[in-house]
């Protein structure tokens, strides 16, 4: 289940699935992402509060590079830079590590020991991103795929994301059973990204009860989340943040 709570007096999301990990998904006023002279002096001051609030230096509160790839890297200490990256797993307690967000799908995840965060816009998703995050840390890292738990948060949902033919098809080539995922209206296609990673995850064998899914849709909760789409290519973002 998600839950708003107030860390140093700003709203952030949290979902009760990730009981143990520190996280949140930021909102508009505890931005920390943005190119937007407007937001910026809130932006870096959120940061700052957030590194206080998790007991942190300013420089070990990192992100990578996104760019709508399916590179997923590991999170290490002393460095802060991840070019084409879109998921990183944090395995040390000095480091806090987000990604962003406006419109694209978050994720989540955390086994009791390590956690990830990865952005699965419709390429990710396409290139099943949640997916291969969930790989590496089984892989490398020994995690128990049946105690990973994952929080799939606010994005462009069922309601309002229609896209073309072209990307529904590469969607629903990444699950055996797509039944559900999609619809027409009106002649339009919409494809529910949110249950398409679930169902991907689902399929590669996370349990169903450990991943929880956001209500919100960044277009229609337009006034705590941002839109690239309804906001016309805003450089806003709201954030998916962990701390060990
Ligand atoms: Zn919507």
Not at 143 to 168: H, M, Q, R, T, W
Request: glycine share 6%; hydrophobic share 35%; aromatic share 10%.
């Amino acid at each position: 289940m998600f839950y708003f709570e107030k860390i140093k007096g700003k709203k952030v999301l949290k979902s009760s699935i990730l009981e143990g990990l520190n996280h949140f998904f930021t909102t508009r006023e505890s931005i920390i992402k943005t190119k937007d002279s407007d937001y910026e002096k809130l932006a870096q001051d959120n940061r700052g509060l957030f590194c206080e609030y998790f007991g942190i230096e300013k420089g070990k509160l990192i992100y990578p590079s996104q760019t709508h790839t399916s590179n997923v890297d590991v999170a290490q200490i002393d460095k802060s830079a991840y070019p084409d990256t879109d998921g990183l797993i944090l395995t040390n307690k000095e480091q806090a590590v987000f990604l962003n967000f406006a419109d694209c799908t978050p994720l989540i995840f955390y086994d009791g020991k390590i956690a990830a965060v990865s952005h699965a816009g419709w390429r990710g998703t396409a290139g099943m991103i949640g997916v291969k995050t969930v790989e590496k840390m089984v892989d490398e890292f020994s995690s128990d795929i049946k105690n990973i738990k994952c929080a799939i948060g606010p994005a462009i949902s069922f309601c309002c994301y229609n896209v073309g033919e072209e990307v529904l098809s590469q969607l629903i080539a990444t699950v055996k059973d797509s039944s559900g995922l999609y619809e027409i209206r009106n002649g339009e296609i919409f494809v529910d990204l949110k249950n398409i990673n679930k169902r991907q995850l689902v399929e590669f064998g996370l349990k169903e009860e450990n991943i929880d899914i956001c209500p919100y849709c960044t277009v229609c909760n337009n006034d705590l989340f941002f839109s690239y789409r309804k906001e016309n290519g805003t450089t806003n973002r709201h954030s998916a943040v962990i701390k060990l």
